[in-house]
């Protein structure tokens, strides 16, 4: 369904509309705030808004009965996408930039707009190698053997020096 532009005033008697969703001619005039317009006035706009598509109209006798066709969330869309278009270029983030510059919107009502979920997983953590200390809590005893075996070298070279 195509939602075309209204003026001000038809935006100001859709807000009415939107609110008793179906109606009569006489329940507009009854919930229609002060100054209350002329019966002439709004028979007008309840055509223009009928001939636009915002309004269905059904006969039950000599009067019409009216039904909202264009919800208030559909209109709202429209508007939003038609000022997207018409002065950000397309972008949401233009948009969201000058709500929260203006203080139209806090990083604090966004918090629950933008809930991430992120799960972090534990990696695999391998345990430190201490390599040093280890030599030196456990020696090993290759290590040991070698010493001994330069002792017993040693203990050659003095008998053969002997001899």
Avoid: C
Avoid at 3 to 17: G, P, R, S
Avoid at 43 to 52: D, F, G, M, Q
Avoid at 72 to 95: A, P, V, W
Avoid at 118 to 136: L, M, N
């Amino acid at each position: 369904m195509k939602i075309n532009h209204l003026t001000a005033a038809e935006e100001n008697f859709m807000k009415l509309f939107w609110k008793m969703e179906s109606f009569y001619l006489k329940d507009v005039m009854e919930q229609h705030p002060e100054p209350k317009p002329h019966q002439n006035t709004v028979s007008t706009y309840l055509k223009i808004l009928v001939e636009k598509g915002y309004l269905s109209t059904i006969k039950e006798g000599r009067i019409f009965k009216y039904s909202v066709l264009v919800p208030l969330d559909g209109y709202k869309k429209f508007l939003l996408k038609e000022l997207s278009h018409n002065f950000f270029n397309h972008s949401g983030k233009e948009i969201l930039e000058l709500l929260l510059s203006e203080k139209l919107i806090s990083q604090e009502d966004m918090k629950g707009y933008f809930d991430l979920k992120i799960e972090i997983k534990p990696g695999k953590v391998e345990e430190p190698k201490f390599e040093v200390a280890e030599e030196i809590l456990n020696p090993k005893k290759e290590k040991k053997t070698k010493g001994k075996e330069k002792d017993k070298d040693k203990d050659k070279k003095k008998k053969k020096k002997k001899d």
